[in-house]
């Protein structure tokens, strides 16, 4: 069994930055690619970043490249968002997900924490 626990949403004006963490336990953390998806109110979820396991292949939603950059600890277990010149439109519940790869998605998910960006 994997848990993912996201932590660092809050409240932010446009402009200003955030930064999240995706904690996990559990030993099936080692050999999995990591993901950021997002899902505002109304909107299918989207992948926002994905990064592999070494770190080396990363992955941008076009909508966020050059403001939020993906990170990882593995010695940690942890997987980082840094989002900064945060926008209204990146208002949304951010989940960390497991096994992220270009085909979708993987099989585990935290429960998400709330990002609002104010105007």
């Known amino acids: 069994q994997v848990q993912l626990v996201e932590s660092g949403g809050g409240l932010v004006q446009a402009g200003g930055s955030l930064r999240l963490s995706c904690e996990a336990s559990?030993?099936?953390?080692?050999?999995?690619?990591m993901g950021w998806f997002r899902q505002a109110p109304g909107k299918e979820r989207e992948v926002v970043a994905r990064i592999s396991w070494s770190g080396i292949n990363i992955y941008y939603a076009d909508s966020v490249k050059g403001r939020f950059t993906i990170s990882r600890d593995n010695a940690k277990k942890t997987v980082s968002l840094q989002m900064n010149n945060l926008k209204p439109e990146d208002t949304a519940v951010y989940y960390c997900?497991?096994?992220?790869?270009?085909?979708?998605?993987?099989?585990?998910w935290g429960r998400g924490t709330q990002v609002t960006v104010s105007s």
């Open positions: 997900n497991r096994g992220s790869t270009s085909l979708g998605p993987g099989d585990y």
């Open positions: 559990g030993r099936t953390f080692s050999g999995y690619a």
